[in-house]
C-alpha cells in the first residue's frame, strides 16, 4: 500500500485486534494500556488510554519526539505497541495522508482520485465521473487535467485528502497536513479534513498547529503519557 493509499484492516496482528461487529457498526478506535519503546525499557510513551469515534476529529499533539509519528504507525498497524492493544470496531479500510504529500508527478489530478475506485472495480467511466464530483468539492476542478507535478503545496494536500474521500475510508490518519501550508491554504485543509469527519470516519491528525489542533473535537497529547524514566537523549530513526 503507498503512504496515502487505502488498505483494508487486518484482523488480530500484533496487538491490533479487530472487532466482530457488523458492517453497520460506526467506526471506533479504542487504546488500551498502550506503550512503545524502540529501545527496551525506554518508552516514546506509556499508559495511553483513548477512544477514537467517528464523526469526530482527533488532534494527536505533543513534543517533537513524544511518538506522533509512531503511534500513527501504530494506528495503522504498521508497528506493533510494546505494551497494551488497539482495538478496532467497523474499520474495514484505513488511509494515511502522510506529511508530504506523494503523488506520481506525470499522472493527472483525475487519475489520483479515480485509481481507488478502479482498484475496487468500478467502471473507468462511472470512476472518473465520480473522481470529478469528488474534486470539485476540494475545489480542484480547474486542475483536474493537469499533472500532479504542477500543483502547489496546498493543491497537492487537498489532491491527497481527495483521494481520501474516494477510498471510503473508515479510518484516516493525516499526518502535519498543515506543516507547509500558509494560514489560507491551512484553513481550506483544515475544512477538508472536517468534511472527511462528518462523513462518518474516525480521524487522527498529528499536528503542531495550533489552529488545527483549537478546530479538532479532541485532543490525544503524548506529553501526558511520557514514561517519567525515559532517557531524553535523542536517538537516530527514532520517529517524533
Known sequence: ?????????????????????????????????????????????????????AGRIHALIGPSGSG????????????????GAVERRGVAV????????????????????????????VPRA?????????????????????DYGSLSGGEAQRLMLARAAATRCDLLLVDEPTASLDRSSARTVIAHIRGLASGGCVVVVATHDLELRDACDDVVDLAEAQDETRDETPREGTAS
Open 126 to 146: 462511472v470512476a472518473d465521473a465520480e473522481a470529478r464530483r469528488i474534486l470539485g468539492t476540494f475545489g480542484l476542478s480547474d486542475v483536474e487535467d493537469h
Open 68 to 83: 506522533k509519528s509512531t503511534l500513527l504507525a501504530i494506528l495503522a498497524g504498521w508497528l506493533t505497541p510494546s505494551e
Open 94 to 121: 484505513m488511509n494515511w495522508v502522510p506529511q508530504l504529500p506523494l503523488g506520481v508527478a506525470r499522472r493527472s489530478v483525475l487519475d489520483h482520485v479515480a485509481l481507488p475506485m478502479l482498484v475496487r472495480g
Open 1 to 53: 500500500m503507498s503512504a496515502a493509499g487505502g488498505a483494508a484492516a487486518g484482523g488480530d496482528t500484533g496487538g491490533v485486534a479487530a472487532g466482530g461487529v457488523g458492517p453497520a457498526a460506526a467506526p471506533c478506535v479504542t487504546l488500551r494500556d498502550l506503550g512503545h519503546a524502540y529501545v527496551p525499557g525506554d518508552f516514546l510513551f506509556r499508559h495511553l488510554d483513548a477512544t477514537l469515534t
